[in-house]
Nanobody, 127 residues
């Protein structure tokens, strides 16, 4: 079946780094725009970064210059390298093959398109 699986979350101190991975099974990412979203308590699903099928990247202003999205050579994995992490980066991070309006929680979008979302991975940044 089609599945996205994230890994790489964890706890770090402010200023530290983490690399998130998202591996696809059942499909390749060659012709798919891929997204990293994050969910913080009480807020809507926020787009963090996007890598388009042509390699074009996008970053939210809040992470620009600190985060880097990339695709693995095997074309079924994307990464999010997160440097200079801040406490406000604390969130559950999701990879997804879906563009969203961003007016709901990430879990709501995941419920309606489970094949297009990973399960989420928690990133905790302490001050």
């Amino acid at each position: 079946g089609v599945q996205l699986v994230e890994s790489g979350g964890g706890s770090v101190q402010a200023g530290g780094s983490l690399r998130l991975s998202c591996t696809a099974s059942g499909f390749t990412l060659d012709d798919t725009d891929m997204y990293w979203y994050r969910q913080t308590p009480g807020n809507e699903c926020e787009v963090v970064s996007r890598i388009s099928s042509d390699g074009t990247t996008y970053y939210a202003d809040s992470v620009k210059g600190r985060f880097t999205i990339s695709q693995g050579n095997a074309k079924n994995t994307i990464y999010l390298q997160m440097n200079s992490l801040k406490p406000e980066d604390t969130a559950v991070y999701y990879c997804a093959a879906e563009d969203i309006p961003g007016d709901e929680r990430c879990s709501r979008y995941r419920e309606t398109a489970p094949d297009a979302w990973g399960q989420g991975t928690l990133v905790t940044v302490s001050s």
